[in-house]
């Protein structure tokens, strides 16, 4: 089965300095992967994927993501981080079966970023 | 586009009364999910559709939840009967799965709240 793991359950940083998220995956096959943002009384918002090519993904908002494969690891960074990045969020990963036609995201358990002014 | 729109956005409700909880999804889209989010147990797929058609509803908690997509624009949650434990936030996602990397959009959820 498809996974992935967001080992921190909160990340703090002071506005200005760079940020990492980090999550890993588990897959079989090629790996498809996901951030997203989550803003107080907010749904998910789509961040960035990667599905092939370059390993450094740009997104939204200034963020940008590191796919490495020999890790398996695909950590959402900003270089300078503002008080308004402080959300929560998620990591997740393609969760395709050929034999249910299931298509669907699994997600993570969610990292919470607070930044500090 | 609007994005993926839900309704209620709050509901207060007592134990023991059905819920019913709406989602439109964005146009095109072919696939819709229900999630719930709770603190306790973070966000939980509850079913999935495909082209209207339930694929995956191991995530429904038990019979008292039940789901129906009846045409590619119009998606239904309902709890009956309510208990207090169902109170969280419902989340309605629209993806188009055509694609190899099918990003989900989320709707603005539904606060529900069983006294």
């Known amino acids: 089965a498809q996974s992935v793991a967001q080992p921190e359950d909160q990340v703090n940083v002071a506005e200005g300095n760079p940020l990492t998220v980090k999550c890993t995956y588990s897959v079989s096959g090629n790996p498809y992967l996901f951030w997203y943002v989550q803003y107080p009384n907010r749904g998910l918002q789509f961040l960035l994927k990667y599905i092939t090519g370059d390993n450094l993904v740009k997104g939204s908002y200034g963020f940008e993501a590191e796919f490495n494969k020999s890790q398996t690891s695909f950590h959402l960074k900003k270089p300078s981080a503002l008080v308004s990045d402080s959300a929560l969020y998620f990591c997740a990963v393609r969760d395709f079966r050929s034999d249910t036609g299931r298509r669907a995201l699994t997600f993570g358990s969610g990292t919470r970023l607070q930044v500090q002014p | 586009d609007a994005g993926v729109i839900q309704s209620p956005r709050h509901e207060v409700t007592e134990m023991g009364q059905e819920v019913t909880l709406r989602c439109k999804p964005i146009?095109?889209?072919?696939?819709l999910f229900w999630y719930r989010q709770t603190m306790m147990r973070g966000l939980e797929l509850l079913i999935y559709f495909n082209n209207n058609v339930p694929i995956d509803d191991s995530g429904m908690p038990e019979d008292r939840f039940s789901a129906k997509m009846p045409n590619a624009s119009f998606s239904t949650l309902k709890i009956q009967p309510s208990e207090p434990r169902d109170s969280a936030v419902y989340f309605c996602?629209?993806?188009?799965?055509?694609?190899?990397?099918?990003?989900?959009?989320f709707g603005p959820g539904t606060r529900l709240t069983v006294t």
């Open positions: 146009s095109g889209h072919n696939s």
């Open positions: 996602a629209s993806s188009l799965t055509r694609d190899r990397a099918y990003e989900q959009y």
